[in-house]
C-alpha cells in the first residue's frame, strides 16, 4: 500500500487493506451461500464502481448463481447531485428471481432507493442487497442493505472501483481523502 496517493489535486491515504477487503467478500460469500442456496439467485452489479467487488463475490458464491449488470450515475467529482440516471439497462427477466444488487457504496441512498424501485416494478420473488461501503450517517432515504463489507463514516474515500473522476478504481485498497487540505 502507499503511504499517500494523489488523484484531482486531492490527496488520499491508506483506509482499508485488500487483505481486509478479501475478508469481508469472503465472509459475505458464505452468509449469500447459506441463505440463497437452491434459489440460483441473480447478482445485478452495479457498474461501474462494484465490477472488483461483484467480480470476488460471484466467484466466491458457492451454489448456483447468475450475474448481469446494469449502469447507473448519481455522481461528479466528490459531491453527490442525487440524481440518478439509468444509463443502461437490465435485459434479463426477473420476475420470480431472487435478486442480489451488488454495490460499491451506499452515501445518501438515492441511488438504491431508485434502483429497489425499478427493480419491484419487474416483480422478483426477493431483492437483496450486498454493498461494499456503507455511510449510514450519510442516509437520507429508508434503504437497508442485507450485506456489508464496512461501515464507514461520512467521509469521500477511493479505490478498489471507487472513483473519483473516473480515476483511482485501479487501486487494490481502499484510501481515504487527508483532512485538513483545501477543496474546491
Ligand atoms: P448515493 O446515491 O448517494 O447513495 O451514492 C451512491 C453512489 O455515489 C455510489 O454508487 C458511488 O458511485 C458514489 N459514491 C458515494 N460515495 C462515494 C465515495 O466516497 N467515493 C466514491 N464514490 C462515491
Ligand atoms: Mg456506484
Not at 461483484?54 to 448456483?64: E, G, N, V, W, Y
Amino acid at each position: 500500500m502507499k503511504p499517500e496517493v494523489t488523484y484531482c489535486g486531492l490527496t488520499f491515504v491508506p483506509y482499508i487493506t485488500r487483505e481486509q477487503i478479501e475478508a469481508r467478500i469472503q465472509a459475505i460469500a458464505e452468509e449469500i451461500t447459506a441463505d440463497c442456496r437452491d434459489k440460483n439467485p441473480l447478482l445485478l452489479c452495479v457498474l461501474t464502481g462494484a465490477f472488483p467487488f461483484a467480480s470476488d463475490l460471484f466467484r466466491a458464491i458457492d451454489t448456483d448463481a447468475e450475474i448481469a449488470f446494469i449502469r447507473l450515475k448519481s455522481y461528479s467529482g466528490t459531491q453527490t447531485t442525487g440524481q440518478v440516471r439509468e444509463v443502461l439497462g437490465l435485459n434479463e427477466d426477473i420476475t420470480g428471481r431472487t435478486i442480489i444488487i451488488v454495490e460499491d457504496i451506499i452515501d445518501t441512498g438515492h441511488t438504491m432507493f431508485n434502483l429497489v424501485n425499478t427493480l419491484r416494478e419487474k416483480r422478483p420473488a426477493d431483492i437483496k442487497i450486498a454493498t461494499l461501503l456503507y455511510k449510514p450517517q450519510a442516509l437520507a432515504l429508508p434503504v437497508k442493505p442485507d450485506y456489508v463489507g464496512f461501515e464507514i463514516p461520512t467521509k469521500f474515500i477511493i479505490g478498489f472501483g471507487l472513483d473519483i473522476d473516473g480515476k483511482a478504481r485501479n487501486l487494490n485498497d481502499i484510501y481515504v481523502i487527508k483532512e485538513n487540505q483545501p477543496t474546491n
